[in-house]
């Protein structure tokens, strides 16, 4: 199967824990990040979804992430990071994921690394169960 990452920017509402989230899906191409600052008004958790198979970018998409949680709007707010694509050869752990990206240096929000297959739902659940866990109440 042939997944193709996301162009631009899809909504859709997942019913999990209890909860209706309503998500949005951005894709990461560089063109429209900057565009990302549009969509941080009232964020409760924070979901950065990483290619495990694509070592080449880990520094890049470090760099980005690191710059999301500067931002005023994300202040505090949790962070789940997905590891996905683990079902490739190539695909690196994500404890690896979590020390590339300096995960164990972020000390003002809770975060999770969860490994998953998205293309097989694997770990999906469990990283939505963390974050409806640690959405604070408003």
Not at 23 to 40: E, H, L, M, S, T
Not at 48 to 58: E, F, G, H, Q
Request: glycine share 8%; net charge neutral; proline share 2%.
């Amino acid at each position: 199967m042939q997944v193709t990452p996301t162009q631009g920017f899809n909504i859709k509402s997942v019913q999990s824990e209890g909860f209706k989230l309503n998500v949005w899906d951005i894709g990461g191409a560089r063109k429209i990040r900057p565009y990302w600052r549009n969509y941080f008004e009232n964020t409760d958790v924070l979901i950065y979804v990483v290619d495990s198979a694509d070592i080449k970018r880990l520094e890049e998409t470090g760099q980005e992430l690191s710059e999301l949680l500067l931002e005023e709007k994300l202040r505090g707010v949790p962070l789940l990071v997905y590891a996905n694509k683990q079902d490739l050869g190539q695909a690196v752990t994500a404890a690896e994921i979590a020390e590339g990206l300096g995960l164990h240096n972020i000390k003002d929000r809770d975060w999770q690394i969860q490994s998953c297959i998205a293309t097989e739902g694997k770990g999906v659940k469990e990283g939505l169960e963390w974050a409806c866990k640690n959405i604070k109440r408003k």
